[in-house]
């Protein structure tokens, strides 16, 4: 089991950057695939950005050369990071981190944190 925690988001006018952190718990962290996705009111849970088990990061088109994923598990912070460039009012969502072990890069996974809100003002 594995329990998901976001934290980091928050206002920010459109151009501006934020930082979400996904704080993992439980030692199996590394053998899992991580990921983040995010819910705009009125519209479906979108997958925004994967960073897999060896390492290897995919990203949604619209926020590629925007946003990076990373992961640290140095020092036992397991933490899943998300760096946010150049935000736009349409990255206005919900943020959520997830975990698991998956075969698709935006569908599968087991965990889910209970989201962060992030807020783009034009």
């Known amino acids: 089991q594995v329990q998901l925690v976001e934290s980091g988001g928050g206002l920010v006018q459109a151009g501006g950057s934020l930082r979400l952190s996904c704080a993992a718990s439980g030692r199996t962290f590394l053998t899992y695939d991580m990921a983040w996705f995010r819910q705009a009111p009125g519209k479906e849970r979108e997958f925004v950005a994967t960073?897999?088990?060896?390492?290897?990061?995919?990203?949604k088109d619209s926020v590629k050369g925007r946003f990076t994923i990373s992961r640290d598990n140095a020092n036992s912070q397991n933490t899943v990071n998300l760096q946010m460039n150049s935000l736009q009012p349409e990255d206005t969502a919900v943020y959520y981190c997830?975990?698991?072990?998956?075969?698709?890069?935006?569908?599968?996974?087991?965990?889910w944190g209970q989201g962060t809100q992030v807020t783009v003002s034009s």
């Open positions: 960073v897999r088990r060896n390492g290897t990061t995919y990203y």
């Open positions: 997830a975990g698991g072990i998956t075969i698709l890069l935006d569908r599968g996974y087991a965990f």
